[in-house]
Nanobody, 124 residues
Framework: VQLQAYGGGLVQAGGSLRLSCTAS????????VGWFRQPPGRERKFVPA???????HYVDSVQGRFIISRDNAKNSVYLQMNLLKPDDTAAYYC???????????????????WGQGTLVTVSS
């Protein structure tokens, strides 16, 4: 499956952005899809994920501010980011895998398929 992530940009603190991850080649509904982010000079970390059954999982720092959702008709997963903070500045990547166990969804190297990064910059 090929993934394309887009929707990043420059936003002021307190603002919102919506990232999109669109798949081609396979039906994304069968996959767990996660978003990871990598701030400049730092390691890549888990943000949220949505499993094929629709359950969602978030890192504590974005709980209540970010919402992950999927639209199977459009073969896409979205990340609505609200109340953005400068600490949210990072390159955001979507990733997908068909066979992840629950214990693996926060582990980046458990995902087989990755989109290119989309840069989110939050100014103070």
């Amino acid at each position: 499956v090929q993934l394309q992530a887009y929707g990043g940009g420059l936003v002021q603190a307190g603002g919102s952005l919506r990232l999109s991850c669109t798949a081609s080649g396979r039906t994304l509904s069968r996959y767990t899809v996660g978003w990871f982010r990598q701030p400049p000079g730092r390691e890549r970390k888990f943000v949220p994920a949505v499993r094929s059954v629709g359950t969602t999982h978030y890192v504590d720092s974005v709980q209540g501010r970010f919402i992950i959702s999927r639209d199977n008709a459009k073969n896409s997963v979205y990340l609505q980011m609200n109340l953005l903070k400068p600490d949210d500045t990072a390159a955001y990547y979507c990733a997908a895998d068909e066979r992840l166990r629950l214990s693996q969804i926060r582990v980046d190297n458990a995902y087989d398929y990755w989109g290119q990064g989309t840069l989110v910059t939050v100014s103070s």
